[in-house]
């Protein structure tokens, strides 16, 4: 008998970019959006840090959601799945991949007006200078 797994991903990360609800072609809402998620490593001058940049993919209601009430540079965490498109680029002969997580559930984790943060406070401030978007 085969073990069944689930295709999840669980992701902390910062928004990339202005979240945009947008209709595909059966009407249904959209939302397509960049996310970044930061590991930090090392002490002192040793300190190090990388970041992965993933697109990110929900519909209907969570992408309304997600337009409504996430912002660049806004803290959340995001549960989903991954999910990956072939496509081929007019004159080259070999097939292109794109693979992206598609949001089932989130949660935003930005500090409230006047309060504390509402989950662990991120690596980074996503109002500094130095975040790479």
Do not use: H
Not at 1 to 8: D, G, H, V, W, Y
Not at 84 to 90: A, C, F, H, N
């Amino acid at each position: 008998m085969a073990r069944r797994t689930k295709n999840s991903v669980e992701l902390i990360c910062f928004v990339g970019e202005p979240i945009e609800l947008k209709t595909g072609r059966s009407g249904n809402s959209y939302a397509r959006f960049s996310v970044a998620t930061t590991e930090v490593w090392g002490t002192g001058d040793q300190r190090q840090e990388r970041t992965e940049w993933t697109t990110v993919t929900a519909f209907g209601k969570t992408a309304e959601n997600l337009a409504k009430y996430g912002r660049k540079g806004g803290y959340l965490q995001i549960e989903g799945s991954l999910r990956t498109d072939k496509y081929q680029v007019e004159g080259e002969s070999k097939p292109r991949y794109s693979t992206y997580v598609v949001v089932e559930e989130f949660i935003l984790l930005d500090k409230p007006e006047g309060g504390a943060p509402a989950g662990d406070p991120p690596a980074k401030d996503p109002n500094s200078d130095d975040i790479p978007f």
